[in-house]
């Protein structure tokens, strides 16, 4: 017997990017619906165009779940965030590395525990969900059970997210060390056991060079090797004293990034937390090898790391997506993440058009994850990911929305003004979630 098909359409205002609209308003990067319709069967994009037109595809009493003029966009895609670091958000701390050992690994510590990070798994999937998130890239900690809690919880929910164990085998606390074997025999079995299970991915996860041995980063190289298809993610360049740190630990390396380099870590689906202190030769090293870099603004500024070269990324040709980085990002939306993206561009006298930044958090992460086929657009075939923004989320956002001259101000105050208020549904695979 056929499998029935399972239908719906969504009446309201419709954006998709296709393309980087860069620094200006090029209509050809995106598709915008006034007035749309997107139709969507058994989980997946059917057609997102003109109402007018798309209505004829369907019969006179097809049901139409009716948005008025709320904005029905992608979901976001947040590419780096720690699921454990939920409840180190607003945690104090003042740098990097002495809010890392002060405040998140010893939370971190609580993850050996199942059952704990089964509970806050939950909670975390769920603020997603409310802010509009539908994939994330994200760091366990370096318990095995941890990356167990989250991908059982998330294959639950049939959400598309990306997750690793952490390697880390020096320079932190030994509760939370593994070594170059268990992180290989652990990465080895957790990869067995989730990649490629519904809608989950395993990223390869060594902390940043820092906490990782020579030895546990041949391991990492080699996993990276033997499972071309795993992501790998990892941080670099956040803090200059972290940098200096890392000339200490690695004298021959030329650069922090070509610590992981020289391990075979930079390569398509790498994704790189933060990238503030890299040079040209890095830079163009990024580009050149795939790697792509995640901007966590919220985090950049809470912990007073540094501010990221847009221009310089662009000009080497360097990929990048926003990101949240919870704890050390300061929220888990992705609304609020562009507003800070657009301030870290003006502290340098750059500009972050509203379009390019709703590009980076939808498109923009999708092509990073190389899934701009699957999630991120509104593609006939891909994913039905999508949220809907709400136009009258508060009393100020109704009454700017109301005197949005253009689409550009449309979202530059939503981005401005919004956060989890103007999330008012989130859908995974065209289900209400
Ligand atoms: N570098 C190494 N670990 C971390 C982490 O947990 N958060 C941030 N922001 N940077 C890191
Ligand atoms: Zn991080």
Not at 90 to 104: E, F, I, K, Q, S
């Amino acid at each position: 017997m056929a499998h029935p098909i399972e239908a719906s359409a969504h009446r309201g205002q419709i954006l998709s990017f296709l393309s980087d609209p860069g620094e200006g308003n090029d209509p050809a990067c995106y598709q915008h619906f006034a007035e749309g319709l997107l139709l969507i069967e058994n989980g997946r994009i059917a057609a997102a165009g003109p109402e007018a037109a798309l209505r004829r595809q369907l019969p006179a009493d097809f049901p139409i779940i009716d948005h008025g003029r709320n904005l029905l966009m992608p979901g976001f895609i947040d590419t780096h965030i720690h699921y454990p670091q939920t409840d180190v958000i607003a945690a104090g701390g003042r740098h990097l590395l002495d809010w890392l050992n002060d405040y998140t690994f010893v939370e971190e510590r609580r993850f050996a525990l199942r059952t704990h990070g089964a509970e806050v798994a939950e909670f975390f999937l769920d603020e997603l969900a409310r802010n509009g998130t539908t994939t994330a890239m994200a760091f366990c900690t370096v318990h095995a059970a941890s990356v167990e809690a989250f991908f059982a919880a998330a294959e639950q929910r049939g959400a598309r997210m990306v997750a690793g164990k952490v390697l880390m085998d020096r320079n932190a606390p030994a509760e939370l060390l593994d070594t170059p074997q268990s992180a290989d025999r652990e990465t080895r079995d957790l990869i067995e056991r989730w990649d490629g299970v519904e809608r989950l991915s395993y990223a390869i996860t060594p902390r940043f060079a820092c906490t990782s041995s020579v030895a546990q980063l041949e391991i990492a190289g080699r996993l990276a090797r033997d499972f071309p298809d795993c992501y790998i993610q990892s941080h670099v360049a956040e803090n200059q004293a972290e940098v200096a740190w890392v000339r200490e630990l690695f004298p021959s390396a030329r650069s922090y990034l070509d610590v992981y380099d020289g391990h075979g870590l930079l390569r398509d689906k790498a994704i790189y937390a933060h990238c503030i202190y890299l040079d040209e030769a890095d830079r163009e090293r990024m580009a050149r090898s795939g790697a792509c870099a995640a901007f966590c603004p919220t985090s950049n500024l809470y912990l007073g790391s540094g501010l990221f070269d847009l221009r310089a990324a662009d000009a080497a040709g360097m990929h990048y997506s926003t990101a949240t980085d919870v704890g050390g990002g300061s929220s888990f939306s992705m609304l609020r993440t562009l507003d800070e993206a657009r301030k870290v561009a003006r502290l340098q006298g750059q500009d972050l058009h509203p379009l390019r930044a709703f590009f980076l958090a939808t498109l923009g992460g999708a092509r990073c994850l190389g899934l701009e086929r699957s999630i991120g657009a509104f593609t006939p075939g891909a994913e039905a990911d999508f949220i809907e923004l709400d136009l009258q989320a508060t009393p100020l956002i109704a009454r700017r929305t109301a005197a949005a001259q253009d689409l550009s101000d449309l979202l530059r105050i939503f981005m401005t003004l919004g956060d989890d208020r103007a999330i008012k549904s989130t859908y995974l695979m065209g289900r209400l979630s």
